[in-house]
């Protein structure tokens, strides 16, 4: 059990990669398209990406944290900025916590070069995966330009190619294996927010912007050269949808009507609406994720919608269980991806839940009154009494707390929000002893 | 538009096949395997099939009652076997109401008829599909002996192709194609049991028989020449299961512990239970089920479980909702196949549901004596006032209501049936007009 394959080098293949390497195992990869550091980066598939605490450890790991913290911003919470412009800031977590703006292309680069450079790993490029033979641990793969057909065999097989899947692909065809793809009804188009003219930031740097508007929203997350990628997410039909303003009012009237402040400071705006394609949201799920010694991580295996930016996190994080596993059992691979697949799967759900929740929380709720006291009295709690109350989302983005106990947690939570959020006279006395005793107690009883 | 081109001779295809011909429409089917009645039956997929009043509906749509009533056999209720061999009957519906059993192989044989000596219509076997060019409207066969490949480019194309279908497998390939495969942890396994020795039928002839276990079940659908079709619904692991069985106890003294009466009169059990596969149950969600002038319906875009007895039904239903549409809209095709889709799929949604629930109310409450004490009411408040109140498994199996409506008074009825259950001597006055006057006006308010 030395040779190691990894077929796709995004970040949870090349993360995987270096880790493998650097615990003693022969890693290659292959990767479908060319490598992106020899050529400008393609505008492509490139949410922002927030790296949160599980993706950090997984970062540590591998010892890039330094080399990451180079590139990453902190953004302390969220600037909502309602129809009439006005922003309420509104903190993720404890003072100094933070989640991290990055270019998904940096970072890919970085995780990329540790594992190729500094850990022997060959990373072969152009070659797209074909098939695999779980019995025989076999992938084939054909290189994109000469067509040219390899077999490569391994000890183990890791598919890291993401929500479209070949490994997986090839999975769907053996037996009794369950699969599911779901578009949500929502689809994106991202923008480029500029720096100004006289090279500063056009928003507040370290903070993630949110316009919600019910059943839509746009974002905007810093980058390094002081501009903002911004993201509209919307419903493909419907009023309003993609269809809707691009064939109604337009796209620069709509944008002048429900996000005035962004159109005001937003340059070209048509123009580079146009110049984003329209994306799909997907959420994949299936079991099981191994197939003889052959295991599926990462998007192949749980892909999710990006509300809780939760995505690579949640890939990382699958790195760093396996990587627990590993030594757990001291490299013996017979119950190691079958205990990671048990292990995994229910945080995995657990995950694609909460995003989908968090979508409809970021769009809906965070420009609701009741919802914003609610937070406040949660952060309260959370700064008096860490230990005893830490709110769902810092659960998630700010511990390493199994995002199925997060979610149970935050369900018994949201319960005694309820009550509490009920009682008349609570915008009044929402930061009283009273209350604190009352949500205290509740969470003991 | 006037070419049709359906991929899959199976019953929908063969039904479909004889309907669109009657209507005028020049109609090729393909077929993959050889044709069925030129050989002896395979012992392939064949869980008996129960006609209800669905399938019935379509089939006079086709001209074939007499014709296929003379080889079905009415059920007009279950027997059900308790674990000491005692015998409950429980009638499905009011007098004279019966589900039919029918042999799966037999009524496509008449169907394929039909289609192929009275209607004109030219089934092509032993072409397997490979691919379909939505766009274009062409479909890609491979004769499954001879290699060759063919093209059939037509107006429209139906995929009946069944739970693996090709066509769908193709749609999946575009973009936003909604996708689930669930494979429940049941398997079936079939059994025969034969006539008696004086050539007669070992069990009640006209009824479906149910030993019901809690985890598990037997039933047995009787066949025309004497013998029953069983079947062993059971999960793959745990316990009991299929795999605790065959390497625990063993088959023979499973089944003398668990179903006495059943065992008595089967002979060779052991070397019967072995000579059937293990085979899997599968549900199929997706949508959408039509790409320009492509349409999937039957088992190829909502195969279910077949604990209602509504999968053939279902499928039967599909044909006879588009027969209605075509007439509605005259045969003029550009809103047909998206109003079918839209109209049909929260039906098709809601027997897959009523599907699973029904497993769970076979196997573990059809033995419950609340449960009895329930539909004993029920029944008699539909045969007093059958204008009033139609149990739910009347409205799916002896009515044309749709699926997702009978799902709904279903939820209705049964909130009011646990109001009714919970009264304390309920099971002394079950009868009474006080009884019937409150179950009737809680459906009023």
Redesign the interface.
Known sequence: MKDVLIVGAGLVGSLLAANLSQKGYRVKVYERRPDMRKQSMSAGKSINLALSERGWKAIDMVGLRERVQSVAIPMYGRKIHDIKGEVTFQAYGLEGQAIYSVSRGELNAVLMDRAEKDLDVQIHFGWKCISVDFERSVAHFEHSETGEQREEVADLIFGTDGAFSQVRADM?KT?????????IPHGYRELLLPPSDTGEYRLEKNALHIWPRGGYMLIALPNLDKSFTCTLFMP?EGEPSFSSIENGEGVDAFFKRVFPDFHAIMPGLEADYHAHPLS?LVIIRCYPWVRHRTCILGDASHAIVPFYGQGMNSGFEDCSVLNTLIDAHDNQWDGILDEFQKTRKPDADAIAELAMRNYIEMRDLVGDERFLLQKKIEARIHERHPDKWMPLYSQVTFSHRRYSEALREGQEQDKIMDEIMDMPDIAQRWDSLEIETKILSAKNR
Do not use: A, G
């Not at 037996?175 to 578009?183: I, K, L, S």
């Open positions: 769907q037996p009794r294996f369950n699969y599911q793809q779901e578009f493909y799909d």
